[in-house]
């Protein structure tokens, strides 16, 4: 409605007023707050006339026997009242909307209406009256209505012979309703207690026209943000357009997915349900800034940023009509996240449906606090950084002094019933240039505060209006031990989609990470290399010239000459980005180890064991392991490679299972989630076991070392069946706790990368080294750290 901006909700509705000497007492309980008679006429938007009601008292108004009367402006001797019953009540401080007549024109429906009716109002001038009955009202003067004990309430509006007061509210037309202020004071005076404004209907649920027709709304409507956040996951007033939400604009964001966040100052005392929200305003800019107190007419919408991935949804008001009331208004203090309010529990356990439905339980579970929270005011207080600044400038906390510490300031994660509740994404609402460069280790001092958000990308996130100072940690990139000339060192690297058309610095970052910090293992088992022109997908599958340009870097570099095996795999069979054709490599100095040829490897040719004892060798090697098993389908197949050490065989074994693409987050509304890819990753698991299982009955003391990317932890089922009954152990886990991890994910330090190692080599002989140098920096070669073993066969 075209209405004077209140500083409190404003509902619009028409009372009559009887003339003076002729006044009939103020409403006490409902009385008619809006009257609009344009509907479907020339220029109008909303196809129907309608009277809206509503209640200031503290108590439910009931209506049944109630009607709503009509009766044009200058009624003559045939006129007569027409008449629309009502049932149910008008809630305290509610309102109710009796939908009416409706014209030949308009685009706009009501929102639902609480009752209907056929009454053809006058866009320009009619009285319409509250009658506590349903039989015609006979009055046709101000003084004889007044003086009817069944007139409740009474507008008069145009040139209406009928009114309250001094005269009838004046201004109606088709685009223009009549309406009280947002107290629904009654003096009985029509001029005073009505202006005219762009219609706003709004019916008992709180709904608006969907469209949001009339403009920015003038009034608080009957709901607040906590009603539509209810007290679980989801709004129950979905669906619905709301009208008049108060807040106060706490932060924008004015890229992306631009729109701003509102929070009542009012809180309820409910701690389930959350002051604040997203409004989304699309590709406009929001028109806001913080510190505006507005009311906000829009469609709830429950947004899931990644639905099919099982994530859970960001309540939203979409489409909205804002009015700016005031400026420069406090902004709600922050809820202050830490230790001592972030439970130990992280989500209710529904079996693996869907907790949406559940009752928020913010004292006992993080992800029902977070929720809680969302759209609010939050921030965290000298928080350690677990997960480096990104290329999309953002970096992980932990907020929880609790959370179980790696040994170089992360949080590792150590079980599926473990996940480190404290974890939260920080994002920046201000410039990306001004977005601390952070590394594991370092930590935000002071305060870094801004509403709590939710994407697909990590979950619930800190959208900070305000960043806390980073202060450096220090951390270094490790250099493994060096090895003894006894011993054989075996390395495992994924060195992310490497190809030719890289540039030189990631070469060489990766040739240095080899040399320096590895220092130039004798195999190294490589993952991720890309055939020779990487995504370009012409059927290319070779990837000689990108080995080819590694070693050089690594000879560039100081490190040796190396030699290197593979097997080209068929085109677009085993995964990866779609035309790179990834595949694994051995890397060899052959100053120190040599590689035994045996013919017959290729891309579809399963490798075997023959022999027995120290006779044992494969059928071919290089090879692959069953290449031909569904196990393996739009993955990497192992390629297997025997080797000769000071006169003694070793077989080794690259590994790329398949990725964790598909699987439910640890913050899905599904829980415990899904983690579907498990399944491919099992049956790969149970063909390598297999083959080795194969290996050691041909030779029981067989040397055997299986490395590389596994995608999976060391308590996943994948490595629990490459364990079982003793065939491989995962060295992992000899290592302490606060060591195990090679890759940094959503700010959970954790195992994907694993050397695993036949019974035949025993725990004296065994040498193993974690090496971080990418996954706790800003600046990567790649995201995963490389690992090393020593070995004395």
């Known amino acids: 409605m075209l209405r004077a901006c209140l500083p409190a909700a404003v509902t619009a509705s028409l009372v009559l007023v009887p ?7 103020p409403s006490t309980g409902a009385v008619i707050a809006e009257v609009y008679g344009g509907g479907g006429n020339s220029g109008a938007s909303l196809k129907n006339d309608f009277i809206e009601l509503g209640n200031p008292s503290g108590a439910a108004f009931g209506l049944s026997g109630y009607s709503v009367q009509y009766l044009p402006g200058s009624p003559g001797a045939g006129s007569r009242w027409g008449v629309t019953a009502l049932s149910g009540s008008v809630a305290p401080g509610g309102r ?50 007044a003086a009817d004990p069944r ?26 309703s009549v309406a009280r202020a947002a107290s629904l004071a009654d003096t009985d005076d029509n001029a005073t207690d009505l202006s005219a404004g762009a219609p706003s209907p709004v019916n008992a649920a709180g709904e608006a026209p969907e469209d949001g027709s009339g403009g920015g709304p003038t009034e608080p409507g009957v709901l607040r943000v906590h009603d539509l956040q209810g007290t679980t996951r989801l709004s129950p007033s979905a669906g619905r357009t709301v009208a008049g939400i108060p807040g106060v604009v706490t932060a924008v964001r004015a890229f992306g997915s631009k729109g701003f ?18 409004v989304y305003t699309g590709g406009a800019d929001p028109g806001v800034k913080v510190g505006d107190s507005v009311l906000v007419t829009a469609k709830v919408t429950e ?21 700016v009331v005031s400026s420069d208004n406090p902004v709600p203090a922050p809820v202050v996240l830490d230790g001592s309010n972030i439970p130990a529990g992280y989500a209710p356990d529904a079996g693996g449906g869907s907790i949406e439905s559940l009752a928020l339980e913010p004292g006992t579970y993080a992800l029902d606090l977070f929720e809680s929270l969302e759209g609010m005011n939050v921030e965290v207080r000298d928080v350690p950084v677990v997960q480096a600044t990104d290329q999309y400038h953002e970096l992980w906390v932990d907020a929880r002094e609790q959370d179980r510490r790696s040994a170089r300031g992360g949080v590792v994660y150590l079980g599926y019933d473990r996940p480190n509740p404290g974890r939260i994404k920080i994002q920046s609402l201000g410039a990306a240039a001004d977005f601390p460069v952070a590394d594991v280790g370092d ?11 939710y994407n697909q990308f990590g979950g619930y996130t800190l959208a900070a209006t305000r960043l806390g100072a980073l202060e450096a940690g220090g951390l270094r990139r490790e250099v493994t031990g060096r090895a003894l000339p006894g011993e054989l060192s075996i390395a495992t690297y994924n060195v992310e989609n490497l190809d030719p058309g890289d540039p030189d610095e990631k070469f060489a970052a990766l040739a240095a990470g080899v040399v320096t910090n590895l220092r130039s293992p004798d195999i190294l088992a490589l993952e991720e290399i890309q055939d020779n022109n990487g995504a370009v997908n012409d059927g290319t599958v070779a990837a000689d010239a990108t080995v080819t340009r590694f070693i050089e870097a690594i000879e560039a570099a100081g490190g040796p000459v190396y030699d290197w095996r593979s097997v080209d795999p068929e085109n677009g069979k085993d995964g990866g980005e779609p035309g790179g054709n990834i595949r694994q490599v051995f890397l060899f100095n052959p100053c120190r180890v040599s590689f035994t040829d045996i013919p017959g490897g290729d891309a579809t ?14 059928t071919a090697s290089p090879g692959r392991i069953d290449p031909g098993n569904e196990a393996w389908n739009s993955s990497r197949k192992p390629l297997v490679g025997q080797f000769r050490f000071h006169n003694k065989p070793v077989f080794v074994i690259a590994n790329h299972f398949n990725s964790k693409g598909g699987d439910q987050g640890l913050d899905s509304r599904f829980q415990q989630p899904t983690r579907s890819s498990e399944t491919q990753r099992g049956k790969q698991a149970e063909a390598e076991r297999a083959f080795v299982a194969e290996l050691l009955a041909a030779d029981p003391g067989a040397r055997v070392v299986s490395l590389g990317d596994f995608n999976d932890y060391q308590f996943s089922p994948a490595l629990n069946t490459l364990t079982r009954d003793g065939v491989l152990r995962t060295l992992v886990n000899e290592l302490p706790e606060a060591e195990r991890y090679s890759y940094v994910y959503q700010g959970n330090s954790q195992v994907l990368d694993h050397i695993l190692v036949s019974p035949g080599l025993k725990r004296q002989h065994v040498r193993y080294d974690v090496v971080h140098i990418n996954s706790e920096f800003a600046d990567q070669a790649s995201d995963h750290d490389p690992q090393v073993v020593r070995i004395k066969p």
């Open 443 to 453: 930590r935000l001092t002071g305060a870094s505060t801004g509403p709590l958000d």
């Open 151 to 176: 007139v409740v309430d009474l507008v008069g509006f145009g040139t209406a012979v009928v009114r309250e007061g001094s005269g009838p509210v004046t201004g109606a037309s088709n685009t223009a």
């Open 605 to 618: 040719t399963a490798v075997g064991v023959t022999g027995t004892g120290k006779r044992t060798s494969l």
């Open 303 to 323: 947004y899931y940023p990644n639905g099919s991935g099982g994530s859970q949804s960001l309540t939203e008001l979409t489409n909205p009509q804002v009015t």
């Open 96 to 145: 109710y909307l009796i939908a009416e007549g409706a014209g030949a024109g308009g685009t706009v429906d009501l929102p639902a209406a609480d009752a209907t009716g056929n009454l053809a109002l006058s866009a320009t001038t009619g009285t319409v009256a509250l009658v506590n009955g349903t039989e015609a009202l006979t009055c046709k003067t101000a003084a004889d209505c």
């Open 261 to 278: 966040w509102i929070q009542d100052p009012n809180p309820d005392a409910d701690p389930a349900t959350s002051e604040g929200v997203f």
């Open 19 to 25: 003339l003076p000497g002729a006044l009939a007492a």
